[in-house]
């Protein structure tokens, strides 16, 4: 890639896409009930080629998606990033078996995935997560299966659980997961789990788990952001070797692996945002009389809308140079990831707050573009590592440079 300048097929494959996301997902987007999952416009999203698209191409792909979606149709992108984040687990670290199960889903649309790490007790501390995955003892697993039928359980174990009767290894979940984008109405689960107590991050093991596993129930919560993010409580829900993501006590490893890619990409989603919201400040300014003039004639207001461009720019050209790191394999992407995820999320929040501001009063009234961003830029400034996080992972991979000479 020339230095950080898009070529021009990429420029115009962001023009079609917010082409796209007003004409075609924001009439679903619109139709859509807020805390539930859209199902016809995850669909749509299939259809159109876009979830195929985060299996089959890099970071950089990702982000120009999620930038030109976040534009025209923050619930799009959403949708999009959700499908990537519970399914990335699944596409770079499981088996064949796995994919071959819930990857063709994924991309058409019709099975909606979640990555369940956070729990009540462990949010930015993810590594002192609780949920515990215990070993079962051999013929354990059928009696505690046949006495939950017995005790009328509409629910029948899965094909990947019938066909374990072997002496390989079985665990049962116990515990909570919260703050789970598309819980409790997502098909499966990347869920991340306690195998070795005491480990910290080299005792958690990922599971992929389908939402019809007995014991595993939850319930949606009424937060600011408007997709749906629910609780999830596991009561001894069975998994096998054969839901395992990765190795036994490496699942920290998927995680991170999974969130130095989606960092950056949550950058690009705000810069989306900062985007839209520089864009209707520079309408309204240019046309809004003030003063026996227009309020763009004000020195004051003019520069400020020279700042929300300026600084979206210099986080925009953060965002795609952690992900052609990321693409380029490069030794840094842990630092780029969190530095473009912090800059973009606080710069959104800023330019935002100051497209607001510039709007005046119009810009709150409930349905407004505005208003609508205003309550979306929040939230990526606490998920997938909140900024005082990122500050720490950049923080520790300057001294582990220093320290290495480099
Ligand atoms: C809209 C939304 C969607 C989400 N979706 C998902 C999802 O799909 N899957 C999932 O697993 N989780 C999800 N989460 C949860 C999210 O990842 C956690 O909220 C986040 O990791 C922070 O954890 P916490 O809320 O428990 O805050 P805490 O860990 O309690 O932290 C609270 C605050 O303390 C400060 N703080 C924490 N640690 C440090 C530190 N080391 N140094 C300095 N200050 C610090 C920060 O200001 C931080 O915001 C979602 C959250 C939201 C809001």
């Given at each position: 890639m020339p230095a950080f300048s898009l070529d021009p097929p990429q420029t115009a494959w962001c023009a079609d896409l917010r082409t796209l996301a007003a004409e075609r997902l924001r009439p679903l987007a619109e139709k859509g009930e807020p805390g539930h999952v859209n199902r016809p416009l995850v669909a749509e999203l299939g259809q159109l080629g876009l979830l195929k698209r985060l299996f089959t191409s890099g970071a950089v792909d990702l982000c120009l998606m999620r930038e030109s979606l976040a534009y025209a149709c923050t619930e799009a992108e959403t949708a999009l990033a959700l499908q990537g984040l519970g399914a990335h687990p699944v596409h770079a670290y499981g088996t064949e078996a796995q994919r071959d199960r819930w990857l063709p889903q994924v991309v058409e649309g019709s099975a909606v995935a979640a990555f369940a790490l956070s729990e009540p007790g462990a949010g930015s501390d993810a590594a002192a997560l609780g949920l515990r995955a215990e070993p079962e003892e051999q013929g354990e697993g059928g009696r505690r299966e046949a006495a939950r039928e017995g005790a009328g359980s509409a629910r029948t174990p899965d094909a990947s659980l019938a066909a374990h009767s072997d002496g390989r290894t079985r665990w049962r979940l116990t515990g909570e997961k919260c703050w789970i984008s598309n819980a409790p109405e997502a098909d499966f689960y990347t869920v991340f789990a306690r195998t070795t107590p005491g480990a910290g991050a080299r005792g958690v093991t990922a599971f992929l788990v389908p939402a019809d596993r007995p014991g595993l129930t939850g319930t949606g919560l009424d937060m600011l952001s408007p997709h749906p993010i629910g609780a999830l409580t596991f009561d001894a829900v069975p998994v096998t070797a054969?839901?395992?993501?990765?190795?036994p006590d490496r699942g920290f490893r998927v995680a991170m692996g999974t969130l130095n890619l989606f960092r950056p990409s949550v950058g690009a989603f705000a810069i989306g945002m900062a985007q839209a919201a520089l864009d209707a400040t520079l309408v309204h300014t240019a046309r809004r009389d003030a003063f026996g003039g227009k309020l763009k004639d004000l020195q004051t207001v003019a520069h400020q809308v020279a700042e929300m461009a300026l600084r979206t720019e210099a986080a925009r050209l953060m965002v795609y140079a952690a992900a052609t790191a990321y693409d380029e394999d490069a030794p840094d992407v842990p630092k780029r990831a969190a530095m473009a995820k912090l800059l973009a999320t606080e710069t959104a929040q800023y330019v935002v707050d100051t497209a607001v501001q510039l709007h005046g009063a119009r810009a709150l009234r409930r349905g407004h573009l505005l208003e609508h961003l205003y309550r979306e830029v929040r939230a990526p400034r606490v998920y997938e590592g909140a900024s005082e996080v990122q500050r720490g992972i950049i923080a520790k991979e300057l001294y582990a440079n220093m320290e290495a000479g480099q």
């Open positions: 054969d839901d395992v993501l990765g190795e």
